[in-house]
């Protein structure tokens, strides 16, 4: 499904269909990923035979582990721009253009095409260190992400309700408008109290 430029959401790319790759609906999120980490916890309980107690457990740390990736990975690689000529333009498709283009709805979450090669990429580095573990605790990562990308979605479009929901909007907008570099968790605060970037 293709998205076509607007005005809220300009093109990044001068070839349409390109472009198109460039929007995607905050609904792809739950779609894709979802079912992703039901089979990954289902294939751990399955064919690995894990025990339920324990991989309740590896489920509960990798989305935990998750919140800490979430906030470093905005913190460096989102806002790192290389001294290079090309660094600019990385940093704009990587994440300037959620910093640029605020407002568009459709740059919010990341293509399923990037976030898959990041999670296979996560898949093999946690392997060598979990072997069949990875499974659950991918899954509680993948839960993990899903509530990021919701949750950014919805301070940014939502009808924000709850106390807790209109601290989080409020702390996600300050780092936009700061220029002092703040403020990088989206679904939780705590990485940004641990690290004094709150």
């Known amino acids: 499904m293709f998205f076509p430029a607007t005005p809220e959401s ?3 790319f001068e070839n349409k269909f390109l472009d198109g790759f460039s929007r995607v609906p905050w609904y792809v999120v739950p779609l894709v990923w979802v079912p992703a980490a039901t089979a990954s916890f289902a294939v751990g309980l399955t ?13 509960a740390a990798g989305l935990f582990v998750w919140t800490l990736a979430e906030y470093w990975l905005h913190r460096t690689l989102f806002h790192w721009t290389p001294k290079t000529s090309w660094g600019p333009r990385m940093h704009f498709f990587l994440h300037g253009v959620h910093h640029e283009w ?17 999670a296979a990429g996560f898949y093999g ?4 260190l979990l072997g069949g ?9 993948i ?17 924000v309700r709850g106390t ?31 690290f004094r970037t709150y």
């Open 143 to 159: 839960l993990g992400y899903i509530a990021y990308d919701m949750t950014h979605y919805y301070v940014h479009h939502g009808k």
């Open 133 to 141: 573990w990875t499974l659950p605790f991918m899954a509680g990562k």
């Open 125 to 128: 580095l946690w392997w060598l």
């Open 102 to 118: 605020i407002d568009d709805r459709f740059r919010l979450v990341m293509p399923p095409a990037a976030a898959a090669a990041l």
């Open 164 to 194: 807790w929901f209109k601290r989080l909007r409020a702390h996600h907008m300050n780092h936009h408008h700061n220029k002092e570099g703040r403020k990088y968790g989206v679904s939780t605060t705590l990485w940004d109290h641990v």
């Open 47 to 59: 064919r690995f035979q894990l025990p339920i107690g324990p991989s309740l457990g590896a489920f």
């Open 10 to 12: 300009p093109p990044m």
